[in-house]
């Protein structure tokens, strides 16, 4: 690309034009590697696009208000097309607005990396910057929204083993550094191209931070543990149940027998071929989610119904139901029933879904959907995540709860040997839900060193192996019965042992980078003007440029000491 053909798209209307449509895609690109596709390479490729947006691509760098405004639309076209179960059954505007305001931390990414943009090693600072807002994303407001962090991503690619030493957060570090770098190697290449004679360094430093990543994780894969490599050399036998349900949608609990019904009848069937022969005895069966939205503590009936299937399947079962406290309110609980003992140790759901179990201001966002009353009235658990059934310690994430970090940390190290993700998603219908948090599970299961069983009802339901591999799964919205063994695993991994240090230091770094480049631009405006025939003082810290294009802007004698291009708005 010649210097003119750059100065047309990086200044002026089109520019932005140009810039702001690049940004969107550069969000599409990101969605485009979500699953149910196995396109997991186009995060890092998104990123790299929305890299060379906000860094001039070798030019003149937008503006930090610009940057902020190239980092939304980047947002919009990731998040609008990631969340639209959000609104299948409550109509577009829950889904837009919702887009719309997680949007702002990437719009915050965009300006912190226009920042942070001229220092050195830029690409890991702009990466420690995505790490940053993600974190913010996840945290704020009502508990935080992490779903879409870029680690959710990586379940069927080749960085995911880099989960079992810094968890999700290093995951998406790693992705978001390889866009970074490759973004510094497609400037550098550029520049090359269009005689740029400084370049070797450049490109050496884009090619380490853009490859850096996919070394480190592919010495990683031969150290994740198999199905065959439980530390205690225990396996277990373990069934999940998807029942499904007789409509899909919000009302899908008005016939809330006939869903314990097909739960119970299915675990009847395969109690069934457990006594033909035709499948193994299990040593604990895992309902999903809302497989009781009666609840039994309360109902003779359907505690009668749940030992009933326990007693035939001759085990114990993991019963997700919806619990009525003495004040009205409700526990989204797991409750492990054994037979004719009845109930016996619970978890309780801790990290509640904001707009779904329970409505923040209800008076004011009842002005906004007529569904807004239907959010449940539901309140946190406490305890450790970790319910003993059959002598097994199982950790329980339910539904919601396993997009958050916090939630398998606190029940590996409290001594869970297996995972179960009861959830329910048929709610959100036939969309792309059930697959995004399925590839969660994934990551989950590398993260901690163990198999994870994800029982939903309607679908999908999994067997995952420690490695993250799926060992089975269902289709959507038929009744259907899992039966596996998988390993019980007392070891922790380095991830599970760091717990949010990882996450931590990146933020810490991404805030030393700030405040580093803040005071750099506040020296660099203070620089006094020098008539033209008097060279101008070094400014502290850009004697050696570094930045991503910074030394080809020198070679060009385009280093300017304001922020950015005055043509954006």
Same mark, same amino acid.
């Given at each position: 690309?010649?210097?003119?053909?750059?100065?047309?798209?990086?200044?002026?209307?089109?520019?932005?034009?140009?810039? /702001?449509? @690049?940004?969107?895609? *550069?969000?599409? !690109?990101?969605? &485009? =590697?979500?699953?149910?596709?196995?396109?997991?390479?186009l $995060?890092?490729?998104?990123?790299?696009?929305?890299?060379?947006?906000?860094?001039?691509?070798g030019?003149?760098?937008?503006?930090?208000?610009?940057?902020?405004?190239?980092?939304?639309?980047?947002?919009l076209?990731?998040?609008?097309?990631?969340?639209?179960?959000?609104?299948?059954?409550?109509?577009?505007?829950?889904?837009?607005?919702?887009?719309?305001?997680?949007?702002?931390?990437i719009?915050?990414?965009?300006?912190?990396?226009?920042l942070?943009?001229?220092?050195?090693?830029?690409?890991?600072?702009?990466?420690?910057?995505?790490?940053?807002?993600?974190?913010?994303?996840?945290?704020?407001?009502?508990?935080?929204?992490?779903w879409?962090?870029l680690?959710f991503?990586?379940?069927?690619?080749?960085?995911?083993?880099l989960?079992?030493?810094?968890? /999700?957060? @290093?995951?998406?570090? *790693?992705?978001? !550094?390889?866009? &970074? =770098?490759?973004?510094?190697?497609?400037?550098?290449?550029? $520049?090359r191209?269009?005689?740029?004679?400084?370049?070797?360094?450049?490109?050496?430093?884009?090619?380490?931070?853009?490859?850096?990543?996919?070394?480190?994780?592919?010495a990683?894969?031969p150290?994740?543990?198999?199905?065959?490599?439980?530390?205690?050399?225990?396996?277990?036998?373990?069934?999940?149940?998807?029942?499904?349900?007789p409509?899909l949608?919000?009302?899908?609990?008005d016939?809330?027998?006939?869903v314990?019904?097909?739960?119970?009848?299915?675990?009847?069937?395969?109690?069934?071929?457990?006594?033909?022969?035709?499948a193994?005895?299990?040593?604990?069966?895992?309902?999903?989610?809302?497989?009781?939205?009666i609840?039994?503590?309360?109902?003779?009936?359907?505690?009668?119904?749940i030992?009933?299937?326990?007693?035939?399947?001759?085990?114990?079962? @993991?019963?997700?139901?919806?619990?009525?406290?003495?004040d009205?309110?409700?526990?989204?609980?797991?409750?492990?029933?054994?037979?004719?003992?009845?109930?016996?140790?619970?978890?309780?759901?801790?990290?509640?879904?904001p707009?779904?179990?329970?409505?923040?201001?209800?008076?004011?966002?009842?002005?906004?959907?007529?569904?807004?009353?239907?959010?449940?009235?539901?309140?946190?658990?406490?305890?450790?995540?970790v319910?003993?059934?059959?002598?097994?310690?199982?950790?329980?994430?339910?539904?919601?709860?396993?997009?958050?970090?916090?939630?398998?940390?606190?029940?590996?190290?409290?001594?869970?040997?297996?995972?179960?993700?009861?959830?329910?998603?048929?709610?959100f219908?036939?969309?792309?839900?059930?697959?995004?948090?399925?590839?969660?599970?994934?990551v989950?299961?590398?993260?901690?060193?163990?198999?994870?069983?994800?029982?939903?009802?309607?679908?999908?339901?999994?067997?995952?192996?420690?490695?993250?591999s799926?060992?089975?799964?269902?289709?959507?919205?038929?009744?259907?019965?899992?039966?596996?063994?998988?390993p019980?695993?007392?070891?922790?991994?380095?991830?599970?042992?760091?717990?949010?240090?990882?996450e931590?230091l990146?933020?810490?770094?991404?805030?030393?980078?700030v405040?580093?480049?803040?005071?750099?631009?506040?020296?660099?405006v203070?620089?006094?003007?020098?008539?033209?025939?008097?060279?101008?003082?070094?400014?502290?810290?850009?004697?050696?440029?570094?930045g991503?294009?910074?030394?080809?802007r020198?070679?060009?004698?385009?280093?300017?000491?304001?922020?950015?291009?005055?043509s954006?708005?």
């Amino acid at each position: 690309m010649s210097g003119s053909t750059t100065a047309r798209w990086t200044t002026g209307k089109r520019g932005v034009l140009v810039r /702001s449509v @690049l940004s969107v895609a *550069a969000g599409f !690109l990101v969605f &485009a =590697g979500f699953p149910p596709r196995p396109l997991w390479f186009l $995060a890092p490729l998104g990123i790299a696009l929305l890299t060379l947006v906000l860094t001039g691509a070798g030019g003149a760098a937008p503006r930090l208000r610009a940057g902020f405004g190239y980092g939304y639309l980047a947002g919009l076209g990731f998040l609008v097309p990631l969340l639209p179960w959000i609104g299948v059954f409550v109509g577009a505007l829950p889904w837009l607005a919702l887009a719309a305001v997680e949007s702002l931390f990437i719009g915050l990414f965009g300006l912190l990396a226009v920042l942070v943009s001229r220092l050195r090693w830029a690409p890991m600072w702009i990466a420690a910057c995505w790490s940053l807002t993600e974190w913010l994303r996840a945290s704020v407001p009502f508990g935080g929204f992490p779903w879409g962090r870029l680690a959710f991503g990586q379940s069927e690619g080749w960085f995911l083993p880099l989960a079992s030493i810094g968890g /999700s957060p @290093l995951l998406s570090f *790693a992705v978001a !550094l390889t866009g &970074a =770098g490759l973004a510094s190697v497609a400037v550098t290449v550029g $520049a090359r191209a269009r005689g740029a004679a400084n370049w070797v360094r450049p490109l050496a430093g884009g090619l380490v931070a853009a490859l850096a990543a996919t070394v480190v994780s592919l010495a990683l894969w031969p150290t994740l543990p198999g199905m065959d490599s439980g530390d205690r050399t225990i396996t277990i036998t373990v069934a999940a149940i998807q029942g499904s349900v007789p409509k899909l949608g919000l009302d899908f609990n008005d016939q809330r027998k006939r869903v314990l019904d097909n739960h119970v009848n299915r675990t009847l069937e395969l109690a069934d071929d457990v006594a033909s022969g035709a499948a193994p005895q299990p040593d604990l069966v895992i309902w999903p989610e809302n497989a009781s939205d009666i609840d039994p503590l309360r109902n003779a009936d359907a505690a009668a119904d749940i030992s009933r299937a326990s007693e035939a399947i001759g085990a114990p079962i @993991l019963v997700g139901a919806v619990l009525v406290n003495s004040d009205r309110t409700t526990t989204n609980s797991v409750i492990v029933w054994d037979g004719d003992a009845g109930p016996q140790e619970r978890h309780d759901k801790k990290i509640i879904q904001p707009f779904g179990e329970y409505l923040p201001y209800r008076g004011f966002f009842r002005h906004f959907s007529s569904y807004a009353d239907r959010a449940g009235n539901f309140v946190p658990g406490d305890g450790d995540g970790v319910v003993h059934a059959n002598g097994i310690a199982v950790g329980v994430a339910t539904c919601y709860e396993v997009a958050f970090d916090r939630a398998f940390e606190q029940s590996v190290r409290s001594g869970a040997e297996l995972l179960a993700v009861p959830t329910n998603n048929a709610t959100f219908g036939d969309t792309e839900m059930t697959y995004q948090q399925l590839a969660m599970s994934k990551v989950r299961a590398v993260e901690h060193g163990r198999a994870v069983v994800v029982a939903a009802t309607s679908g999908v339901s999994a067997i995952i192996g420690p490695d993250g591999s799926t060992v089975q799964q269902t289709p959507l919205f038929v009744p259907a019965a899992l039966v596996s063994q998988v390993p019980l695993s007392t070891g922790t991994t380095l991830a599970s042992r760091l717990g949010p240090i990882p996450e931590i230091l990146l933020c810490l770094g991404a805030v030393a980078a700030v405040a580093f480049a803040v005071v750099q631009r506040r020296r660099t405006v203070r620089t006094p003007i020098h008539s033209s025939t008097e060279k101008a003082p070094a400014v502290a810290g850009r004697e050696d440029p570094h930045g991503i294009g910074d030394r080809f802007r020198a070679e060009r004698g385009t280093e300017r000491t304001d922020s950015g291009d005055h043509s954006d708005v």
